[in-house]
Structure formats: C-alpha cells, structure tokens
C-alpha cells in the first residue's frame, strides 16, 4: 500500500478533527502512527518518540498557533449540542422513541453515492433494516451505512461532505409499529 502525499494530508486533517488523540495505522509494510500530543506511546506503555500533528490550516491572527484544538474533545460535544437547532417546543416527547441510525466509523460521511445523485434517503422515507442510507468515506474507501432498524425517517443530524466520529447519530428513525 502507498500513500500519497494528499492521502496523508487527509488522516491529518481526519485525525485533527476529530475526538482521538492518536492513530495508528499498520497495512502491509506501511505503519502510520500520528499523535495530536507528540507522545508516542508503544504497545508496552513507553513513550517511543515526539512527533506533533502540525494544523491542517493557518489559525486567525487573533488565535495562538497550537496543533492541539482549542476547546478539548469532552468540551466540544456540549458546545455543538448548545449550537444545533433546536426541535420545536413540545416534540421532544414526540422524540423519545426515536432510533439513531449511527455512523459505524470515522469519516466523511456523504448522502449520496455521486454529488448530482438523489440522497439515499430523505425525512419521511420508509426504511428497512437492510437500507443503504449513506457512504462513510475512509481514504478513498466508501463504506455503505446500512439503516439496522424498519420505521420512518423523521430527521437528518448530519450534512453532506461532514466530518462525522464513530457512533455519531447520523439520522434519527421512528421505529414502525410491529
């Protein structure tokens, strides 16, 4: 496996964006270890080298120039729970039963399988457990998020192109009636 120089500027810019401090990625004869700390840690526990996540751009003029995000990990989850919109007054009743349909790994995640495509799925479409309802894209790799559950699409968490964690809700699903 080799890896071109976009390629590794985009675990950069995957791993600076997200929750994680540090990956690894082994394939064939190719081993990547990136750290957003510059700590190193080896299987056994010992720190094996200092190498930093440089930032994927120029921070504002008013920022100081750190590799390591602004607001910590833990933080930023509440923070981007304060900025999204909120549901209607009196609906978050109407949620309580509602299913996440989950991203199954880090990437970009896309609702289409082409950009002029129609999306997989819109709100209020019917679904069933084996339904395709977008792409999770892992370096050029495109991984098909199936739905798991039968029911009613009633909202999109996520944009098109957006950077999503493993786990992250993607869609929310009102389960049909049995």
Known sequence: MSLT???V???????????????????????LVVSKHGRIVDAGGAA?????LAP??????????????AVAPAQAAPAAAAA???????????ESNLIPIKSPIVGIFYISPEPEAPPYVETGAE????????????????????SGV????????VGNSEFVEFGQPLFLVRPAER
Not at 56 to 69: I, K, Q, R, W
Not at 127 to 146: C, H, P, Q, W, Y
């Open 5 to 7: 120089p976009d390629d």
């Open 9 to 31: 500027k985009r675990i950069l810019e995957l791993v600076q964006n997200s929750a994680f401090d540090e990956l690894r990625l082994e394939a064939g004869d190719l081993k």
């Open 48 to 52: 094996t080298a200092e190498a930093r």
């Open 56 to 69: 994927t751009a120029a921070p504002p003029a008013s920022a100081p120039a750190s590799p390591v995000p």
């Open 84 to 94: 999204a919109p909120k549901s209607p007054a009196g609906s978050s009743s109407d």
């Open 127 to 146: 679904i069933d457990e084996d339904s395709t309802v977008g792409l999770v894209e892992v370096m050029k790799v495109f991984n098909a998020v199936r």
């Open 150 to 157: 039968r029911g009613t699409v009633v909202r999109r968490l």
